[in-house]
C-alpha cells in the first residue's frame, strides 16, 4: 500500500526517474523552455525550483550542490551566471506552465513548462511607461501641438492660393499676349492694304 506516497513516480523505477528529471531540468535551464506531459512538469517544477532559489547565492558550496542535481558544467554555469541574476528579486514561483493540449496517440494531457523571467508576453517590463504625466504640461504641450497644426494648415492654405492666383495671372497674359498678336496682325494686313491701294492711285 502507499499510504502518505505523495511522490508520482511516473512509471519508473526510482534511478530511471531521478536521471529523468535532471535532464529535464538541464533542458528548461538551456532554452528556458520545454514541451512535456502536465504530470512530469509538475514533477519537475517540485524538483528545479529549489535549485533555482539555491543559485541565487553564488558560492562554491551552492555551485557543488547545484552540480550534484544536475551533473552537467555548463549548465551549473549558465545557471549562476545569465539566470540567477535574472530572478535574483523573485521570491520563488520561477516557473509556469501553460497547458496546450492532448496528446494524439495515447491522449495525455500536454503543457509547455517556462522560466517566468524569460518570458517577454507576460513581463510587465514592456507595460511600465517611463515618461510622468502632469495636468499643466501636458495642456501646455496639447495646445502648442494644436497651435502648430493651425499654423501649419494656414500656411499650406495660403501657399495654395497663392499658386492659384499665380496660375491665374499666368492665364490671363497668355490670352493678352494671344489677344495682342491677333490684332498686330489685323493691323499689318491692313496696313498692306492701304499701301497697295496707294499704290494703284499713284499709278493711276
Known amino acids: 500500500m502507499r499510504?502518505?506516497?505523495?511522490?508520482?513516480?511516473?512509471?519508473?523505477?526510482?534511478?530511471?526517474?531521478?536521471?529523468?528529471?535532471?535532464?529535464?531540468a538541464c533542458s528548461l535551464?538551456?532554452?528556458?523552455?520545454?514541451?512535456?506531459t502536465v504530470?512530469?512538469?509538475?514533477?519537475?517544477?517540485?524538483?528545479?525550483?529549489?535549485?533555482?532559489?539555491k543559485s541565487k547565492k553564488d558560492s562554491t558550496h551552492s555551485r557543488r550542490v547545484v552540480f550534484s542535481y544536475l551533473q552537467d558544467k555548463e549548465v551549473v554555469t549558465e545557471?549562476?551566471?545569465?539566470?540567477?541574476?535574472?530572478?535574483?528579486?523573485?521570491?520563488?514561483?520561477?516557473?509556469?506552465?501553460?497547458?496546450?493540449?492532448?496528446?494524439?496517440?495515447?491522449?495525455?494531457e500536454m503543457c509547455m513548462i517556462e522560466l517566468v523571467d524569460y518570458n517577454e508576453l507576460y513581463s510587465n517590463d514592456s507595460t511600465k511607461k517611463t515618461t510622468r504625466r502632469s495636468r499643466r504640461g501636458g495642456a501646455k504641450k496639447v495646445t502648442d501641438s494644436v497651435e502648430?497644426?493651425?499654423?501649419?494648415?494656414?500656411i499650406n492654405i495660403v501657399d495654395e492660393s497663392e499658386a492659384t492666383l499665380e496660375n491665374s495671372i499666368e492665364a490671363e497674359e497668355a490670352v493678352v499676349v494671344e489677344e495682342n498678336s491677333d490684332v498686330v496682325s489685323e493691323d499689318s494686313i491692313e496696313t498692306d492694304s492701304t499701301d497697295s491701294t496707294s499704290e494703284e492711285e499713284k499709278k493711276d
Open 79 to 108: 545557471l549562476f551566471r545569465d539566470i540567477a541574476p535574472k530572478i535574483a528579486e523573485r521570491n520563488g514561483g520561477y516557473t509556469r506552465i501553460l497547458k496546450t493540449g492532448y496528446r494524439l496517440g495515447d491522449n495525455a
Open 29 to 36: 535551464i538551456r532554452h528556458k523552455r520545454i514541451n512535456t
Open 148 to 154: 502648430e497644426v493651425v499654423e501649419a494648415t494656414e
Open 3 to 24: 499510504h502518505g506516497d505523495k511522490v508520482n513516480n511516473l512509471g519508473r523505477k526510482s534511478s530511471h526517474r531521478k536521471a529523468m528529471i535532471s535532464n529535464m
Open 39 to 53: 504530470a512530469k512538469a509538475k514533477a519537475l517544477r517540485v524538483f528545479v525550483e529549489p535549485l533555482l532559489t
